[in-house]
């Protein structure tokens, strides 16, 4: 049997199913949302949609056959280029919907939030890995310095969702990477009590996406 072929049938094909079929739901969801608008413009977002899951598909299957070790060389470099990216963003990035959040370089058009998201959690993973002998409290500051940076410049663009998705997966991290639950514990217990004021600071459609997520009948 070749390498090849063994990392092929190695993989976690559960998870695989797993993410294809969120992938498809989503695709379907956006359809469903979607078809019966005469805007044609919105009409073609499944269609994009569906496209860039075949990317990711793509993307995900080569990164899975990789040498997983590449990360400890290829993290840090992603992430300040991630941070680099989101800087210039600020200062030449192109006004969507409200959000400075997409940067044109020539015939390339791309969210510098998505590649400094994929990168800080790498540097997170990478760090908890390396340094899991050192004290918790100075580990979990650390971790909380290498996703606030990138956390911060999304938040001016403003992103919220972008940066939200950083909660679940740093705790994720945290946990898998040893940090003691009751630091996990307090850590959720702060951001309960302060999701309140959060929210009186946010902006009205920022609220009214919240309200909606959580009672879509209103």
């Known amino acids: 049997m070749t390498p ?16 294809l079929a969120l992938a498809i739901f989503g695709v379907i969801a956006i359809y469903s949302a979607t078809y019966m608008r005469p805007d044609p413009v919105a009409s073609e977002f499944w269609r994009k ?8 598909f793509f993307a995900f299957m080569v990164a899975s056959l990789m040498d997983y070790r590449w990360v400890k060389w290829g993290a840090l470099p992603m992430y300040l280029a991630g941070l680099f990216f989101l800087i210039l963003t600020r200062f030449i990035g192109t006004k969507v919907y409200g959000a400075r959040s997409w940067l044109h370089l020539g015939p390339i058009n791309f969210q ?28 979990l500051a650390v971790c909380g310095a290498i996703a606030a940076a990138p956390c911060l410049l999304i938040l001016m663009q403003p992103d919220l969702g972008a940066t939200i998705i950083w909660g679940p997966v740093l705790l994720a991290l945290l946990f898998v990477g040893g940090i003691p639950l009751r630091y996990l514990i307090c850590i959720v217990l702060i951001v309960v009590a302060f999701i309140p004021i959060a929210y009186m600071g946010m902006k009205p459609y920022q609220q009214e996406r919240i309200t909606a997520f959580i009672n879509p009948d209103i």
């Open 49 to 56: 949609q569906a496209n860039w899951v075949a990317v990711g």
């Open 4 to 19: 090849f072929l063994r990392k092929l049938l190695g993989l976690n094909w559960l998870l695989l199913v797993t993410m």
């Open 112 to 139: 510098p939030a998505q590649l400094a998201v994929i990168a800080g959690i790498m540097v997170v993973a990478l760090f908890l890995s390396q340094f899991r002998q050192m004290h918790p409290l100075l580990r």
